[in-house]
């Protein structure tokens, strides 16, 4: 049994708390919020534990004599924690997301190696689940490739409003997806590409035409780690149509800027006020579904992996294809049954075949 610690007490961090939990290690969840913190950990039966991300000793304090650490907190997070875990010589793994704080996280490597641990950004659904997919399909291949192409969607079951969209975790985010430069392999060359934009209809058996578009970290480091075997690659999100373009006009609007704004002698960042609106007006906590559709093409040769999952009346379909892949590889690392040691993201330190495999458990599977 491994002394393992989540950190973040919503709904990704209880679903990670409950699976490591399930494979039978001591788990402690923190949060800055007790109250909630401690509900979580009654309802588990594990231990409650107050801590703010932000508070290095907090963190120092939690993290020792832990095996393995999970964040579930935000991404700006991310590089405290990671060189926290080091320091704690402790495994990490966090939800990733943004492309600038994992290269922060990629520096802390032969620090991490020096301590035998390993740091793993970018190990949820996307990135993660469906970048490791995506490698599988490339190998498959034979390691070369015309085209990766990976195209996810979560998604309420029923939308509502001209969104169809409800809140499934934090506004912040979702608008760093929003607002970022997205990475792609485009005729042979690395690049980036605007958020919100190269927009292509999605036809989804069962939910009727989906829209696509380009959102940032989707392709986590494989626009940079295969641009010499790979000519075309891309990460794009589904929604209900509309959703995107809406998003495109707040974008040019400038309600997208981190900068505060002067109005009526108030000072308030755009940004946060977006923030605010999504958080109070978004419908939340309603069933909801996951889509996952990968492919590679070669010579004419067109490999694919498809996967729908659905809230399963306890975890959000979200909650479940983002902790369960991090929870996996987390119990794979605590059984040295991955050996990685040092920064890499999920697609780099665990294969398509191995982590699928631990995924059956929890009825995650792809059709092929």
Same mark, same amino acid.
């Given at each position: 049994?491994?002394?393992?610690?989540?950190?973040?007490?919503?709904?990704?961090?209880? @679903?990670?708390?409950?699976?490591?939990?399930?494979?039978?290690?001591?788990?402690? %969840?923190?949060?800055?919020?007790?109250?909630?913190?401690?509900?979580?950990?009654?309802?588990?039966?594990?231990?409650?534990?107050?801590?703010?991300?932000?508070?290095?000793?907090?963190?120092?304090?939690?993290?020792?004599?832990?095996?393995?650490?999970?964040?579930?907190?935000? *991404?700006?997070?991310?590089?405290?924690?990671?060189? @926290? @875990?080091?320091?704690?010589?402790?495994? *990490?793994?966090?939800?990733?997301?943004?492309?600038?704080?994992?290269?922060?996280?990629?520096? =802390?490597?032969?620090?991490?190696?020096?301590?035998?641990?390993? %740091?793993?950004?970018?190990?949820?659904?996307?990135?993660?689940?469906?970048?490791?997919?995506?490698?599988?399909?490339?190998?498959?291949?034979?390691?070369?490739?015309?085209?990766?192409?990976?195209?996810?969607?979560?998604?309420?079951?029923?939308?509502?409003?001209?969104?169809? *969209?409800?809140?499934?975790?934090?506004?912040?985010?979702?608008?760093?997806? *929003?607002?970022?430069?997205?990475?792609?392999?485009?005729?042979?060359?690395?690049?980036?590409?605007?958020? =919100?934009?190269?927009?292509?209809?999605?036809?989804?058996?069962?939910?009727?035409?989906?829209?696509?578009?380009?959102?940032?970290?989707?392709?986590?480091?494989?626009?940079?780690?295969?641009?010499?075997?790979?000519?075309? =690659?891309?990460?794009?999100?589904?929604?209900?149509?509309?959703?995107?373009?809406?998003?495109?006009?707040?974008?040019?609007?400038?309600?997208?800027?981190?900068?505060?704004?002067?109005?009526?002698?108030?000072?308030? @960042?755009?940004?946060?006020?977006?923030?605010?609106?999504?958080?109070?007006?978004?419908?939340?906590?309603?069933?909801?579904?996951?889509?996952?559709?990968?492919?590679?093409?070669?010579?004419?040769?067109?490999?694919?992996?498809?996967?729908?999952?659905?809230?399963?009346?306890?975890?959000?379909?979200?909650?479940?294809?983002?902790?369960?892949?991090?929870?996996?590889?987390?119990?794979?690392?605590?059984?040295?049954?991955?050996?990685?040691?040092?920064?890499?993201?999920?697609?780099?330190?665990?294969?398509?075949?191995?982590?699928?495999?631990?995924?059956?458990?929890?009825? %995650?599977?792809?059709?092929?």
């Amino acid at each position: 049994m491994a002394n393992t610690l989540v950190l973040g007490a919503g709904i990704v961090g209880a @679903a990670a708390a409950w699976d490591l939990a399930r494979r039978g290690h001591s788990v402690t %969840i923190a949060d800055a919020d007790s109250s909630r913190c401690r509900a979580v950990a009654d309802g588990l039966g594990i231990e409650p534990l107050t801590v703010r991300a932000e508070n290095r000793s907090d963190v120092a304090a939690a993290m020792a004599a832990r095996d393995v650490v999970i964040s579930a907190v935000p *991404y700006l997070f991310g590089f405290g924690l990671a060189e @926290a @875990a080091v320091e704690a010589q402790a495994h *990490y793994l966090d939800f990733g997301g943004n492309p600038s704080i994992v290269a922060e996280q990629k520096t =802390l490597h032969d620090a991490a190696r020096g301590a035998n641990v390993a %740091i793993v950004p970018d190990c949820g659904l996307a990135p993660g689940l469906a970048n490791v997919v995506a490698e599988g399909l490339l190998s498959d291949l034979g390691g070369r490739a015309d085209s990766v192409q990976i195209r996810v969607g979560a998604l309420p079951q029923e939308p509502r409003g001209s969104l169809g *969209y409800q809140l499934a975790f934090s506004p912040h985010g979702l608008i760093n997806e *929003y607002a970022e430069p997205c990475e792609v392999i485009e005729n042979g060359e690395y690049t980036t590409v605007e958020p =919100l934009t190269r927009f292509e209809t999605v036809d989804w058996p069962g939910l009727g035409p989906l829209e696509a578009f380009s959102t940032a970290g989707g392709t986590s480091t494989m626009a940079k780690r295969h641009r010499e075997s790979v000519t075309n =690659l891309e990460y794009k999100t589904m929604r209900y149509p509309g959703h995107g373009r809406t998003f495109r006009s707040l974008y040019e609007l400038g309600l997208f800027d981190e900068e505060p704004a002067g109005i009526d002698g108030v000072s308030i @960042a755009p940004r946060q006020l977006l923030l605010d609106a999504l958080w109070k007006h978004l419908p939340r906590g309603e069933p909801d579904l996951v889509l996952i559709r990968v492919w590679a093409e070669r010579g004419g040769k067109k490999v694919t992996a498809q996967c729908v999952d659905l809230h399963d009346g306890t975890f959000s379909a979200l909650a479940r294809t983002t902790a369960f892949p991090a929870t996996a590889l987390a119990d794979r690392l605590l059984k040295d049954a991955v050996t990685t040691r040092g920064v890499a993201t999920q697609n780099e330190a665990v294969s398509a075949t191995a982590l699928l495999g631990e995924l059956k458990a929890v009825s %995650i599977g792809f059709e092929r």
